[in-house]
């Protein structure tokens, strides 16, 4: 049974940083691919960004020179460090792996950045 477990988050100022965390176990966590989404309000789940097996990476435009995604594969980690921190990046943030065909998800959590 894949479990991720999420930490990190809150509410900061605008031009502020986070940085989540999300822990991984029940699979062989350097062989999969990780990623963080969102869900702002009104909107649809979306991607941020994705680290896969090889360590190379993806991210959305909106977080491109902002947001880092980063793996710990001795800890069973993913990372998702935030800076320049925007109003619009307010959303509920997902943890995600996903292994062969399968997606797993973290709890979620809120990320609040006021103006």
């Known amino acids: 049974q894949v479990q991720l477990v999420e930490s990190g988050g809150g509410l900061v100022q605008a031009g502020g940083s986070l940085r989540r965390s999300c822990a991984a176990s029940?699979?062989?966590?350097?062989?999969?691919?990780m990623g963080w989404y969102r869900r702002a309000p009104g909107k649809q789940r979306e991607l941020v960004a994705r680290?896969?097996?090889?360590?190379?990476?993806n991210y959305a435009d909106p977080v491109k020179g902002r947001f880092t995604i980063s793996r710990d594969n001795a800890k069973n980690t993913v990372y998702l460090q935030m800076n320049s921190l925007k109003p619009e990046d307010t959303a509920v943030y997902y943890c995600n792996a996903h292994i062969s065909i399968n997606d797993y998800w973290g709890q979620g959590t809120q990320v609040t950045v006021s103006s």
């Open positions: 680290i896969f097996s090889s360590g190379s990476t």
């Open positions: 029940g699979t062989i966590f350097s062989f999969i691919s």
